[in-house]
């Protein structure tokens, strides 16, 4: 069995500022995820990463950046938070088919 | 475009009664379906998952019934209990995509005990 890690739980931020949450994972799985949730639209994807320093562009990504330095994290930057912004960030790996999510970064931005 | 729709997007049935979610899909080279089920708070959680090779997957109460011509699917949940309240997702993924899951927007199922 392994585990996901998402820091922070709950993050409040500013408008305009930049903002990173962190996601680890101990399943050694070659493939992580970013999802963002918002309520009614589903999980919608914003960055994924195949490898370590690889990324990939999903759905979503405008807006954000992410980082893959080693296999077992992936990182994700909102550059510019925007104003009176709700959303979940989920974190997932992945062998084969089946992804594993960890419990989510609640995003409040003031 | 959204590549999987569930329907209805609430469903409330009482304790014992069958619950049944409905998922549609455009792309044919979608072959794996997996259902997630997500609790207030959580991140979702894989719950039962079918190849487009076969029409039928069970697990105990959870069956999902797989229509390849008609591009549809549904999750059957029998003897449902108030445990099984949560949001469920319909997803699905293709060799194509690698392992790349298009989503549905989730069905929000209340079982009132």
């Known amino acids: 069995g392994g585990i996901i890690t998402q820091t922070p739980k709950f993050l409040i931020g500013q408008e305009g500022q930049k903002l990173t949450l962190k996601c680890q994972q101990n399943?050694?799985?070659?493939?992580m995820y970013w999802y963002r949730q918002d309520s009614g639209k589903g999980l919608r994807l914003i960055y994924y990463?195949?490898?370590?320093?690889?990324?990939q562009k999903g759905d979503l990504s405008e807006g954000y950046d992410a980082s893959r330095e080693k296999k077992s994290s992936f990182s994700l930057t909102v550059t510019s938070a925007q104003k009176n912004e709700m959303a979940v960030f989920l974190c997932a790996s992945s062998i084969h088919f089946e992804q594993y999510f960890g419990p989510g970064t609640r995003l409040t931005v003031l | 475009q959204q590549q999987v729709r569930q329907s209805p997007q609430s469903l409330t049935v009482w304790e014992g009664e069958t619950a049944i979610l409905n998922c549609s899909y455009e792309?044919?080279?979608?072959?794996?379906f997996p259902w997630y089920q997500q609790f207030p708070g959580e991140g979702p959680a894989l719950l039962i998952a079918i190849r487009s090779v076969s029409d039928k997957k069970e697990d105990g109460r959870f069956t999902i019934f797989f229509n390849k011509r008609e591009k549809k699917l549904s999750l059957h949940i029998t003897d449902s209990q108030p445990g099984d309240s949560a949001t469920y997702f319909c997803?699905?993924?293709?060799?194509?995509?690698?392992?790349?899951?298009?989503f549905g927007k989730g069905a929000k199922l209340t079982v009132s005990p």
């Open positions: 990463s195949i490898t370590e320093n690889d990324l």
């Open positions: 997803a699905a993924s293709s060799q194509g995509t690698g392992s790349k899951l298009s």
């Open positions: 399943f050694n799985h070659d493939t």
């Open positions: 792309n044919s080279a979608f072959d794996y």
